[in-house]
Nanobody
Framework: QVRLVESGGEEVQAGGSLRLSCAAS????????MGWFRQTPGKEREFVAA???SGSTTYYADSVKGRFTISRDGYLQMNSLKPEDTAVYYC???????????????WGQGTQVTVSS
């Protein structure tokens, strides 16, 4: 059974940092892109970052570029957090267009990140 489990979400003050992790199990994800998305109530799931299978290529949403760092070993380092970063963060594995949720086949259950001002 394929499982993706996120952890590391918590409440932090603006300007602080968090590191989210995604533990994957149940199959070999050779060739899969790992992505992070986030979602707030009433809004669509939003692309945050992705990394290629080899780890050599990374992609970021403009809103997090320069503040977030994704790594292939399952981490999303988030620095200089802002209140607008508050959301449930999901990790996912897929093989399609990296910033489209429908391209991802496997999803975790999400972890809540709250940034207070």
């Amino acid at each position: 059974q394929v499982r993706l489990v996120e952890s590391g979400g918590e409440e932090v003050q603006a300007g602080g940092s968090l590191r989210l992790s995604c533990a994957a199990s149940g199959r070999t994800f050779s060739g899969y892109v790992m992505g992070w998305f986030r979602q707030t109530p009433g809004k669509e799931r939003e692309f945050v970052a992705a990394v290629s299978w080899s780890g050599s290529t990374t992609y970021y949403a403009d809103s997090v570029k320069g503040r977030f760092t994704i790594s292939r070993d399952g981490y999303l380092q988030m620095n200089s957090l802002k209140p607008e970063d508050t959301a449930v963060y999901y990790c996912a594995m897929g093989t399609g267009v990296i910033n489209r949720p429908r391209a991802y086949e496997y999803w975790g259950q999400g972890t809540q990140v709250t940034v207070s001002s």
